[in-house]
């Protein structure tokens, strides 16, 4: 029996990093970008993205190996999925998530083993502020991040526009909406909706930015805030999507009982994340997403679709369902 056991799945799990950096690597040079242009050689892309000559055929090669790119005759192309996520002309671009994963998230958990010593943020902020003020504090930075939560929150945003009963539903608003990846997705699908997205004043031209892209802006608007200051503004639906795991959970319970004064009866909040599993077993991404809590906030933590409903029930909500979502996420409705 033990001749089967075999270290592989350690190591590759210990040095998973690799993958994982030349990927975000190539995300920050726009390889994918570049291919999306058409095939090219190794030599091709050394010169458009200024490698030096040493290691490009081992890091475009490692990228094939990965399933990233593909190679037919010595020249490169992106992969179906590639080519959709990863390419920065294509409005179904991701690649956001990736180069503030590249910038900040991956210098960050480099300090891992100091937060879990001392329970301490080990991002930007230096310690015990507001994670919003140090990350919003330089205007580059701002925008990465927004972009950044689209990229996060693009499949949960379609998804929700898809499974949600919005024809129940004339008014939404989205809270702590940043780019406004979800209202855009709901309104694009559902013309009877209308609202807009809740923020602080530095968001609002990137949310105003965003939404006009779209040619959305007369029916979505923006809302200047800050919720711990201010009441909610009312709407038949409101939405917190990676809100409530920035907080320690006596805010996280102030949140869910200002959403419930701001419904109307019978309104509903949804609230998104990566949920753990109630067993805190399968979902990796979700509790990799709370460790990643503790990288970037005071006292953020994730939690289980379990914890949410009783915050809920002890908010004043009636009742409450977790619906999946795709992939890591779902989401859990509270009606009031
Ligand atoms: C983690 S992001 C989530 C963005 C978006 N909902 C999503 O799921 O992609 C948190 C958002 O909360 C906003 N936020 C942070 N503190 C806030 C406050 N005190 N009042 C209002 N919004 C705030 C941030 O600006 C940011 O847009």
């Not at 094939?64 to 192309?77: F, I, K, N, S």
């Not at 891992?112 to 003020?133: C, H, I, M, R, V």
């Not at 909706?193 to 968001?203: K, N, P, R």
């Not at 949410?308 to 890591?328: D, H, I, N, Q």
Request: glycine fraction near 12%; charge should be negative; charged fraction near 25%.
């Amino acid at each position: 029996m033990a001749g089967n056991v075999t270290p592989e799945k350690i190591m590759e799990l210990a040095m998973g990093f690799g993958g994982a950096k030349v990927l975000l690597s190539a995300v920050e040079f726009g390889l994918f970008t570049e291919l999306a242009k058409g095939p090219r050689d190794a030599e091709g892309l050394r010169a458009a993205l200024g490698l030096h000559p040493r290691a490009h055929r081992d890091f475009l090669d490692t990228l094939v190996a990965l399933g990233m790119l593909e190679r037919e005759d010595g020249l490169y192309r992106n992969t179906e999925a590639t080519d959709l996520f990863l390419d920065r002309a294509k409005p179904s671009y991701v690649g956001g998530l990736l180069e503030m994963a590249n910038a900040r998230l991956y210098p960050h958990w480099g300090r891992l083993s100091t937060a879990l010593k001392t329970g301490k943020p080990q991002n930007e902020s230096g310690g015990d502020n507001n994670a919003f003020d140090s990350l919003y504090a330089e205007p580059a930075r701002l925008k990465q991040f927004l972009a950044a939560m689209t990229g996060a929150s693009m499949g949960a945003a379609r998804a929700i526009a898809e499974v949600f009963p919005w024809d129940r539903y004339k008014t939404m608003i989205d809270i702590g909406t940043a780019q406004g990846c979800l209202p855009v997705q709901v309104a694009l699908r559902h013309k009877h909706i209308s609202g807009g997205g809740f923020d602080l004043a530095a968001v609002r031209p990137v949310f105003e930015d965003y939404v006009g892209s779209f040619g959305l802006s007369d029916c979505l608007h923006f809302h200047t805030g800050d919720f711990f200051r201010e009441a909610l503004p009312s709407a038949d639906v409101l939405v917190m999507g990676h809100i409530l795991h920035d907080w320690n959970l006596d805010e996280k319970r102030m949140l869910l009982k200002k959403a419930h004064d701001a419904l109307p009866e019978g309104g509903a909040l949804i609230v998104y994340e990566s949920l753990i599993d109630d067993e805190r077993r399968t979902n990796v991404r979700g509790l990799i997403m709370s460790l990643n809590m503790l990288i970037e906030t005071p006292g953020g933590f994730d939690y289980t679709g379990a914890d949410c409903r009783g915050w809920m029930a002890e908010a004043g909500f009636r009742e409450s369902y977790v619906t999946p979502l795709t992939g890591k996420d779902s989401m859990v409705v509270g009606i009031k």
